[in-house]
């Protein structure tokens, strides 16, 4: 029997949870020693409560994403929990405003959120209510050598690889100079030897030109992906370094909704191709994008939000690498198990997000 849920409300609350490891990147995002949370819970009239969450990077954006949520949230109390029909009426209302920004960032909490609660209902996990299985999803550690010297590097690397039994873990390039950039891949490499897999991200910090230099220079350095290496939405370059070069480039966490990820494969911008929820278009912006780059035979991997992204991949036709952050966990009442460097997806129904009250507490802005 199919349930019926009824949107009534939604709760917004904001948390800094201090980093482990404080983030250092370049100049365009600085040093970054706690990591902002925008936690959603949908409440519906039949008592089920949808929970997902917002990475907005901003110690100020509850400022301008909570109104969004809100008048988002207000155009939905009474309509049935349809997530798909929700999607197309939150887009559709964002039609005079543009369907980039903290317009769809609002939308893709709502979304997430919407999901979990239609699959609490069915009391299914979401990857089964989506017609799939929970198990095991390959990931990679992201949680640490951020831009620091490459002294300081070789430690922290061994740290992520024993983590969660990790056979890949991922780095920071984008360095003052190319020399700088090889003798932290040297440390890195060192550290871990032959057999971990090791990815790259330059978090944008790259000029064009600067970027066809310095990727050809880094390109027999066995790297599994250059990320990013230029602005985002510069599909031109970043197509120019995925035809030139043998290491892939990916890209994608920055692209807003699935017309725009068309786009992005169509232009053949990348290589391989990583959704972040929040901007994707949360679960059903996933969706479509899986879609296309399933289509397309373009490997997919996920940005953040492991725990809803997991679900996901395992529903994606092209399912690559899961990244894994633990930056979260503290505000989670269950965190998922990671297993020979894998995240696991648990059986429990819903995306698997409930809160620790205590820390949310604890943590609250």
């Not at 948390?15 to 482990?20: D, E, F, T």
Request: glycine share 8%; with cysteine.
């Amino acid at each position: 029997m199919r349930p019926a849920l009824t949107f009534e409300s939604v709760r917004l609350r904001a948390a800094a949870v201090p980093m482990r490891r404080p983030l250092v990147s370049n100049p365009l995002i600085g040093v970054t020693k706690e990591w902002m949370f925008i936690l959603v819970d949908v409440q519906t009239r039949e008592g089920v409560v949808g929970r997902s969450y917002l990475e907005p990077y901003l110690r100020t954006s509850p400022r301008y994403l909570f109104p969004a949520l809100e008048e988002l949230a207000a155009r939905l109390a009474g309509k049935p929990v349809a997530p798909i029909d929700v999607y197309a009426a939150n887009v559709q209302a964002l039609h005079l405003v543009g369907r980039e920004g903290v317009s769809l960032i609002a939308a893709s909490a709502l979304d997430m959120a919407c999901w979990d609660a239609l699959a609490k209902a069915a009391g299914l996990p979401l990857c089964c209510l989506l017609g799939g299985s929970t198990g095991a999803v390959r990931a990679y550690n992201t949680n640490g050598l951020w831009l620091k010297p490459a002294s300081a590097l070789a430690d922290e690397a061994k740290e992520l690889v024993a983590e969660g039994g990790f056979r890949a873990i991922k780095m920071r390039l984008g360095r003052p100079s190319l020399q700088d950039d090889l003798d932290a891949i040297a440390e890195v490499r060192e550290a871990i030897g032959p057999d971990v897999r090791l990815m790259s991200d330059f978090n944008q910090a790259l000029p064009a030109g600067e970027a066809l230099l310095r990727c050809h220079a880094l390109d027999d350095e066995g790297l599994d992906w250059f990320e990013e290496p230029v602005v985002y939405d510069n599909y031109a370059a970043s197509a120019q370094l995925a035809r030139e070069l043998k290491t892939p480039v990916q890209i994608g966490e920055n692209v807003y909704g699935p017309r725009a990820f068309y786009k992005a494969v169509e232009a053949r911008a990348a290589d391989l191709y990583m959704p972040d929820l929040m901007r994707i278009g949360g679960v059903t912006g996933w969706l479509r994008a899986a879609a296309i780059a399933g289509a397309a035979g373009a490997p997919l991997s996920s940005h953040l939000y492991p725990e809803v992204s997991a679900h996901l991949l395992r529903v994606s036709e092209s399912a690559d690498w899961l990244e894994w952050r633990d930056w979260g966990n503290p505000l989670l009442a269950e965190p998922f198990a990671l297993r020979d460097g894998a995240l696991v997806v648990p059986d429990r129904p819903g995306n698997g997000i409930e809160w620790n009250e205590d820390a949310v507490k604890r943590y609250a802005l």
